[in-house]
């Protein structure tokens, strides 16, 4: 069965700090890892990592994967307020379409 | 649309009545997926739609659950008697083509918080 751990659960920080979070894995035929962001509702697209090694960047945001050692790592610089979000990680695997998503981390950014 | 939509976006209903929860893709997108999110547990897959057809169904947690998907387009996720521990928040989500080689983003809607009494 296909697992993804994500640590840690929940992570409070001051505004202007960097982030770190992280996301392993245990899939049959890894096909994609991907990460979106849920405030209230919709959780929102952020990356989809297929290969190792290749930073994925938008803005303050960066991802990369590791095929080898079975984990992706998400970075956010700068952190704002407006970062406040749990943050999900989800794998595809041997399906070719199901997600198999990880309990998020919670993201709280003080002023 | 410009994204997917789901409807209601709350419900509360009592123990032992049918509920019905809608989704509307993506325009254009043939696989459609429900999710369910509960209290303290991540997203839980519960069923795939490609086109009209649900090659996978295998998340449905009981015989209680079914959903249809009409014209390529709109789904509904239907519980009967609903239970307590059906209380949670169901995602619909979509993507352009679905389970061809996994690298086919999903899309989500904002999900519809069902509560049962």
């Known amino acids: 069965e296909d697992k993804v751990v994500q640590s840690p659960l929940s992570l409070v920080v001051h505004e202007g700090d960097t982030v770190t979070l992280n996301c392993s894995y245990e899939?049959?035929?890894?096909?994609?890892l991907l990460w979106y962001k849920q405030e209230k509702k919709a959780p929102t697209f952020l990356f989809m990592l297929t290969s190792s090694g290749i930073e994925k960047k938008s803005g303050r945001l960066s991802s990369i994967l590791d095929k080898k050692e079975l984990f992706s790592i998400l970075n956010i610089t700068a952190t704002q307020t407006g970062d406040s979000a749990v943050y999900l990680c989800a794998v595809v695997g041997g399906s070719n379409y199901k997600l198999t998503f990880g309990k998020g981390t919670l993201l709280t950014v003080n002023p | 649309g410009a994204g997917v939509s789901q409807s209601p976006s709350n419900k509360v209903t009592e123990k032992g009545k049918d509920v019905e929860l809608r989704c509307d893709p993506i325009?254009?997108?043939?696989?459609l997926y429900w999710y369910r999110q509960s209290l303290g547990q991540g997203l839980e897959f519960l069923i795939y739609?490609?086109?009209?057809?649900?090659?996978?169904k295998s998340g449905l947690p009981s015989d209680r659950f079914s959903a249809e998907r009409t014209g390529g387009s709109v789904s509904t996720l239907t519980i009967q008697r609903t239970q307590q521990e059906d209380s949670a928040v169901y995602l619909c989500?979509?993507?352009?083509?679905?389970?061809?080689?996994?690298?086919?983003?999903?899309?989500f809607g904002p999900g519809t918080r069902l509560t049962v009494l």
């Open positions: 899939v049959t035929n890894f096909r994609s």
């Open positions: 989500a979509s993507s352009l083509a679905g389970g061809f080689g996994g690298t086919d983003t999903q899309y």
């Open positions: 325009s254009g997108h043939t696989a």
């Open positions: 739609f490609q086109g009209n057809s649900a090659p996978d």
